[in-house]
């Protein structure tokens, strides 16, 4: 059981001083007055209780059962909720736009709401089989809502200007099946692989908030233009096969999977990463890791983001007698992945 007391003490620029200077160029010329620096302070206060609870039952030597739920709180950043205004410069990586974030100092903080129920089963071979399936519901949920604004002047946006603010919205769901399957030896021929599938969405979003084009939309997969926890790809998975020899040696390769709506905002990929351990001296042993082991790039051989080649982003704006209507689709930079890294270590043991 857990007690939270949350209390905020922000300071936001003042909205009058703000207003007053609206349509200011970013870059003032001579006898053009700056708006000056004026806060004003907002307090805001959350209390909650979380009780957590969970069973586990060993049904025989090979068959373990587990059922858990709870809730807990998730706090916003101080800078989410407090301080100046900042300013993302059109460049490749966003896409040629312009985007003000600000502060909501009347931000209150998540509660997540949690239920799991799992078994673990040992195999002949002594592996472990897992599954896991889980519900989690976010109430309150921290939700990024970005909107077209009038162009700033002296700035060149070709992908537009926009202004973003994180608020609660009401709710978010997350749920799914998780699978592994891993046997760990010593000396000889082990394995993992691990896969998931899992859907996250906002749920309950009212009409009322389709002012104007935005990207907040009732049960489509959380894409990375929500909110700060990225794009979640319906499906994703790890394996790696690998042998262990004697004095510590260990010979590994492994492949990551991310499906689609993942980070890049481009399809779906495979990293592969390959380990190798030896022994080059009494109790010494030397380490090389491969990440990217084929350099994938995606999409491009130059390594970085590329403009206006991703997935775009769905906007749904106000329509007649209080509708949704669909708005233009906002494409992303496709993103690129780590390139190909090598990690070399030597360790002596005592």
Not at 33 to 60: E, Q, W
Not at 94 to 123: M, Q, W
Not at 160 to 184: C, D, H, M
Not at 205 to 211: A, C
């Amino acid at each position: 059981m857990y007690f939270t007391n949350y209390r905020s003490a922000a300071q936001i620029e003042d909205p009058n001083v703000l207003a007053a200077f609206t349509g200011t160029p970013a870059n003032p010329g001579p006898g053009t007055a700056y708006a000056p620096v004026a806060l004003v302070s907002r307090t805001n206060t959350v209390n909650h209780l979380d009780p957590h609870i969970g069973f586990n039952y060993r049904v025989d030597q090979n068959l373990a059962l587990r059922l858990s739920g709870g809730s807990s709180v998730t706090l916003p950043y101080a800078s989410v909720i407090s301080g100046l205004g900042s300013v993302d410069r059109p460049n490749g990586a966003n896409n040629l736009a312009y985007t003000l974030s600000l502060a909501n100092s009347s931000l209150r903080p998540e509660t997540t709401v949690s239920y799991d129920f799992g078994f673990d089963y040992r195999l002949p071979d002594s592996s472990i089989f897992a599954v896991d399936a889980f519900d989690n519901t976010v109430h309150n949920i921290f939700a990024g809502v970005t909107v077209p604004t009038a162009p700033v002047a002296n700035i060149v946006a070709p992908g537009g200007s926009f202004v973003n603010q994180t608020i609660n919205g009401p709710i978010g769901r997350y749920y799914g099946l998780e699978l592994a399957l891993n046997k760990t030896v010593p000396v000889g021929f082990g394995y993992t692989f691990q896969g998931s599938f899992e859907r996250a969405y906002l749920d309950q979003l009212p009409t009322s908030i389709y002012t104007g084009p935005i990207n907040l939309i009732n049960g489509k997969q959380l894409d990375g233009s929500v909110n700060g926890q990225g794009s979640i790809p319906y499906a994703k998975g790890y394996g790696e096969i690998r042998y262990g020899g004697i004095r510590n040696s260990l010979v590994s390769l492994g492949a990551d999977y991310e499906g689609a709506n993942n980070s890049t905002y481009g399809p779906a990929y495979v990293l592969y990463n390959s380990t190798v351990r030896f022994e080059v001296a009494p109790q010494v042993t030397f380490q090389m890791a491969v990440d990217n082991l084929g350099n994938l790039s995606t999409g491009t051989n130059l390594g970085r983001a590329l403009f206006s080649q991703g997935n775009g982003t769905l906007r749904l704006g106000p329509g007649p007698n209080g509708t949704v209507v669909n708005a233009p689709i906002r494409a992303k930079s496709l993103q690129e992945v780590n390139p190909r890294t090598f990690r070399f270590s030597l360790q002596h043991r005592f």
